[in-house]
């Protein structure tokens, strides 16, 4: 396999409904998280353990919201990706889990030519004009308490609409796409500094503990691993392309 030559440190660059990280991964508690993920090890294999058993493979294809839990002796690559960043087009893949093992290479080569700083381009965003006008309703209405009555006002709809809407063309339920968003916000926040409460607040959680539970919940890790961690904020800026277009047709 072609190594990318990854950072000299752990990095995650984190997007609007993606992160591509890279780095070495504790062996954490089993979790879900609200994006689709490819995982892979540039040497070695990759375990990863759910309710199907234990699968070994250079790497790994999860659906979004698959409880997993992942085993890794050397560093991981890992590509997160909200459902709503395609405008809703459905995962081909029926299984919860796919082993990758040709397309590691592939994923590797293509990560290699991110890093490298070729290929990046703007965010391509939602192809759905009202999921659009919703994703930006949603950006400063994240400094309060989000209600699904004023999220569906915003694109004409009543909220049972709404809510059955939503679902449909991003792939995510509502509140599960709020709450992707508010721990990207608080991932940004503690990436520059703040402390666990500073962030909590910023990213509108009640408080640490409710940031911390909703955290482990998602990654299956603490907060505190992101310490040592280069963080990345790329808004304009869409995930590796070919590792987009190889997410969806793996």
Do not use: K
Request: hydrophobic share 45%.
């Amino acid at each position: 396999m072609v190594e990318a030559t990854v950072p000299d440190r752990p990095q995650l660059t984190v997007g609007r409904g993606w992160a591509v990280y890279v780095g070495p991964v504790e062996t954490g508690r089993p979790h879900r998280h609200q994006a689709a993920q490819l995982a892979w090890c540039s040497a070695g294999t990759l375990t990863v353990e759910g309710s199907w058993g234990v699968l070994d493979s250079p790497g790994h294809f999860l659906s979004a919201r698959v409880p997993h839990r992942l085993v890794a002796t050397h560093p991981v690559r890992m590509v997160f990706l909200d459902p709503a960043m395609v405008g809703g087009v459905p995962t081909p893949i029926a299984e919860p889990v796919s082993m990758l093992v040709s397309q590691a290479d592939l994923l590797e080569r293509a990560l290699a030519r991110w890093l490298e700083g070729q290929g990046a381009s703007r965010n391509r965003g939602p192809n759905d004009e009202r999921l659009a006008t919703i994703l930006r309703w949603l950006e400063p209405a994240l400094d309060t308490s989000v209600r699904v009555e004023d999220a569906a006002q915003a694109v004409g709809l009543s909220a049972s609409r709404f809510m059955h809407w939503f679902a449909e063309v991003s792939g995510l339920p509502f509140r599960a796409y709020v709450r992707w968003l508010r721990l990207q916000r608080a991932v940004r926040t503690l990436a520059d500094g703040s402390t666990l409460t500073e962030a909590a607040h910023w990213a509108g959680f009640s408080d640490s503990a409710h940031l911390t539970r909703t955290f482990v919940a998602t990654f299956g890790v603490r907060p505190a691993s992101l310490r040592g961690v280069r963080v990345v904020s790329a808004d304009d800026a869409e995930p590796p392309p070919a590792l987009f277009d190889r997410l969806w047709t793996v």
